[in-house]
């Protein structure tokens, strides 16, 4: 693990809470594994990103590991506010990653929605929203231990076909004092389908902390549209090639996420 860390926490006007509260456009890095690193994120920010992920860090690998945090992990002093996703599945480990990374981030994010088979079969990922109670100890956990209130500790998760759980999940997980919790619009079947954006707003409806809506959205138009199709704070992916406000480039997978505040 890499960085000149010091300064990167408390930057007045940067926290991540205040982005959410502050009610105007926030434009959000989504967490991308092989492009959301310290590059990426140095070269969306000079274009008006407010706010960055790294990549899905497995946990356990960023604790046990040295060569892992090395590689996994790089930052500076401009890289913030910056929130570090993990995938984990056990309350200590995700809190023992936290701790690590606590000095160098602005909060930290528990994958619930990658939807690969590698992450599933290894209770990573989306099959966490099926663990409504493990996430609710996890999330506990890090705010327990992390003795910093300005921290955030967030959830990123995809819906059930049967909406009610997803709303008990939200419930549970607001009720332990995540930060806010972003909403990839489709289930753990679908890729390419279109985006519930009725569920999200039924979400939304059901809690009081933010929801960021994900999933689909390819130009500030879009992120407006689904702002007000779904009342969520809005969140997604953001073709470059596509917004008059970001760099042009011919790389269709390099995107950011839009966030809005409502
Ligand atoms: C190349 C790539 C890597 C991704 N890596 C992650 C990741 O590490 N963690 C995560 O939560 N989502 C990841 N995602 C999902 C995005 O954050 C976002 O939810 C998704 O791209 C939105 O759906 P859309 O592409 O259909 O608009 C990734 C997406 C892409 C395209």
């Known amino acids: 693990m890499s960085g000149d860390g010091e300064g990167i ?9 205040e982005l959410f509260r502050a009610g105007r456009l926030v434009k959000v890095c989504a967490p991308m594994v092989r492009y959301s690193k310290l590059a990426f994120r140095t070269l969306v920010r000079k274009y008006s990103c407010d706010l960055c992920y790294t990549p899905m860090i497995v946990a356990a690998d960023f604790v046990r590991s040295a060569k892992a945090r090395d590689s996994e992990f790089t930052t500076n002093k401009g890289d913030n506010p910056l929130i570090v996703q993990f995938a984990a ?9 936290a701790r690590i990374i606590c000095p160098f981030a602005d909060g930290i994010d528990l994958n619930c929605g990658c939807p690969q088979r590698w992450a599933m079969a290894e209770g990573y990922g989306a099959c ?62 679908e890729r390419h389908q279109p985006v519930h954006y009725d569920a999200i707003k039924v979400i939304k409806e059901s809690v009081s902390i933010p929801i960021v809506a994900n999933g689909d959205i390819k130009t500030l138009k879009d992120a407006e549209n689904v702002h007000h199709l779904t009342g969520a704070d809005v969140a997604d992916t953001l073709a470059y090639s596509e917004s008059k406000d970001l760099p042009q480039t011919k790389n269709p997978e390099i995107s950011i996420t839009e966030q809005v505040s409502c």
């Open 128 to 189: 966490l929203i099926n663990k409504p109670e493990l996430v609710r100890d996890m999330v506990r956990h890090v705010r327990n231990q992390i003795d910093n209130p300005g921290f955030s500790v967030s959830i990123k998760i995809r819906i059930h076909e049967d909406l009610k759980r997803t709303v008990d999940l939200c419930q549970k997980a607001e009720a332990t004092g995540v930060s806010w919790i972003t909403v990839h619009g489709r289930n753990v079947e």
């Open 89 to 97: 599945k056990e309350a200590q480990v995700l809190c023992d990653a």
């Open 9 to 17: 926490k408390g930057c007045p006007g940067k926290e991540p809470g």
